[in-house]
């Protein structure tokens, strides 16, 4: 039987006031989900990667560190080791993401935020999850 875990992640926000800047009364121009794909037999790979960031850098663990709050060094230290990751398991992890620019999106999508987020995992995911058994 053939198995994937997928972890999800999203940044920006499900909001469409674009008349007041970002962060300051207005939403985000852009909606992006990214997915870590991962055989079982890693999985705790990535949690490794992400328990010694919080420990190298003393990041409080009861605090999602987001990446617009990391320091330079600390993001491409985050980059090459997920490089790294994926080079030595080649075939047992994947790295995918999909950004939508949410000016563009049309106003029956607005009308229900669900629309959108499961039509991007839809694109981004489904053909990857129909390849397995279980996910």
């Known amino acids: 039987m053939s198995r ?6 999203e940044s920006g926000d499900l909001g469409w006031k674009f008349t007041a800047p970002y962060r300051d009364g207005g939403s985000s121009r852009y909606l992006t989900i990214a997915s ?3 055989d079982p037999s890693i999985k705790h790979l990535s949690k ?3 328990k010694v960031l919080y420990q190298k850098y003393h990041w409080p663990p009861a605090i999602e ?3 617009s709050d990391m320091r330079l060094h600390e993001r ?3 980059a090459e080791k997920a490089k790294k990751l ?4 080649h075939g047992l992890i994947k ?3 999909i950004t939508v620019r949410k000016e563009n999106v049309k106003e029956h ?3 229900d935020e669900n629309k959108l987020y499961n039509y991007m995992i839809n694109l981004s995911l489904v053909n990857e999850m129909a390849k397995h058994d279980e996910v």
């Open 65 to 67: 560190k987001k990446w």
């Open 95 to 97: 790295y995918n993401s």
């Open 4 to 9: 994937i875990i997928i972890y999800l992640d």
């Open 76 to 78: 491409c230290f985050f």
């Open 48 to 50: 490794r990667l992400i």
């Open 36 to 38: 870590l794909i991962v």
């Open 109 to 111: 999508i607005r009308a």
């Open 86 to 89: 994926f080079t030595d398991h």
